[in-house]
């Protein structure tokens, strides 16, 4: 058999299956590739992106009719990226190897595509009309990892794709490689989902089937640490839920207590409140603020780099607290900071620099080394922001 659309310089699709010691299966995956392409009449190829297999893998490839590429770089998103790279089809459907997924049923997503979406997504779940046949999916799989990576990347992202792991997807190449994909491993599934959703692509699903593979050897996909992998790029790529939102409860909940306790103790179901926790609000507070600095560092720095979109309601805020504004408030902290710590001074005098009582002076204490502290880090954290916000060639 010869290489589909051998002799066509720019097919319409290409079919990339990542590869890693897949002889097993890798064989059914093309044929059934070139079964949709002949029924069809696509005009298409079929990539095999090998990530350095020492089974036979790359022969039984090209023996099948497919383009094999090697990517030297481990990885399952650098294998796809590989394959993707070289793949010449205006359109990309992407598969995994081990026969879990039906390439005969791949005409659907081509569809979608010409219609103007950019990414299609499969779904194999219930709740997308999909299908997981028996054995297909490890019960840690269904009940706890696919539905709480693809919850955090809705609530995170707003995203509309209801399951972020499905390894069957047909996409606009260069719509796909404008986004700059830079994960080398499994978590590639989410990221090529997050930015898509980030940049306004155009997404639509589809519901599919599940089988379960062919492989007698153990998966590649590591449970706990790709589970990882995905969470932590989810968070390291939404500073809103990692720093911003944490920051903001731990700042007005530090607030309100120490605002509180100021006055005096507080006698809450019998338990009582003084200046213990009021030291405990100020460090949630000082907290706090430290979280909300490092989600502002972290947009702009994002947005400044091309890894996130620029977000219109952090420009506005800009042109209202500038470097000159923050270095104001923060003077204005620090004056109250000293001016509560000058009475604490004159308290302590009061008492003819003697013995004191620990809840009257650390009232007084406590929130002016608070104040002053908030406003030094509101003074260098301004001076930084506006670092971060130069323009660069």
């Keep these: 058999m010869g290489e589909t659309n051998r002799h066509q310089e720019r097919p319409e699709v290409s079919i990339v299956i990542p590869c890693l010691n897949e002889a097993e299966t890798l064989g059914g995956c093309i ?13 298409a190829e079929i990539v095999v992106a090998d990530n350095g297999s020492h089974d036979g893998s790359p022969e039984i490839a090209r023996d099948l009719g497919a383009r094999v590429v090697h990517a030297p770089v481990k990885g399952y998103g650098a294998a796809l990226m590989a394959g993707i790279e070289a793949a010449r089809g205006t359109y990309v459907v992407m598969a995994d190897a ?21 990414l299609v997504m499969g779904c194999r779940f219930p709740r997308g009309h999909g299908t997981i046949m028996p054995e297909a999916m490890p019960w840690s799989h269904r009940w706890l990892g696919n539905p709480i990576l693809t919850g955090v990347g809705r609530l995170f992202f707003r995203s509309p794709v209801s399951d972020f792991n499905c390894g069957l997807r047909a996409f606009r190449r260069d719509t796909i490689t404008a986004l700059d994909l830079r994960t080398t491993g499994m978590e590639f599934a989410s990221e090529m989902v997050i930015k898509a959703t980030l940049k306004g692509v155009p997404i639509a699903e589809i519901p599919i089937t599940l089988y379960k593979d062919g492989r007698t050897r153990p998966p590649h996909l ?26 903001c409860v731990f700042f007005f909940l530090g607030a309100a207590s120490g605002g509180v306790l100021l006055s005096g103790p507080v006698q809450i179901w019998g338990i009582g409140f003084d200046t213990n926790t009021l030291l405990v609000s100020a460090m949630v507070m000082l907290l706090g603020f430290k979280l909300i600095a490092f989600a502002v560092f ?16 952090l420009s506005r805020v800009f042109r209202f607290v500038t470097l000159e504004v923050g ?3 923060g003077l204005l ?21 003697g013995p004191l009582s620990y809840p009257d002076s650390l009232r007084l204490v406590i929130p002016g080394v608070t104040a002053l502290t908030l406003g030094v880090e509101i003074i260098f954290s301004s001076f930084f922001m506006s670092m971060l916000g130069l323009r660069r060639r």
């Design 333 to 353: 902290c620090m004056l109250a900071g000293f001016g509560l710590l000058g009475e604490g001074v004159l308290y302590w005098r009061r008492h003819d620099f």
């Design 31 to 43: 044929r059934k590739a070139h079964e949709v392409i002949d029924t069809h009449n696509l005009s």
């Design 298 to 313: 972290a947009k702009v720095f994002a947005i400044s780099e091309g890894l996130l979109p620029e977000d219109p309601s």
């Design 327 to 329: 270095i104001v408030i």
């Design 98 to 118: 081990d026969g879990s997924y039906d390439l005969g049923a791949i005409l659907p997503f081509i569809e979608k595509l010409r219609q103007g979406y950019s």
């Design 222 to 247: 590591r449970r706990w640490r790709d589970g990882w992998r995905h969470l932590r790029f989810m968070l390291l790529y939404s500073p809103s839920w990692l720093f911003l939102i944490p920051g």
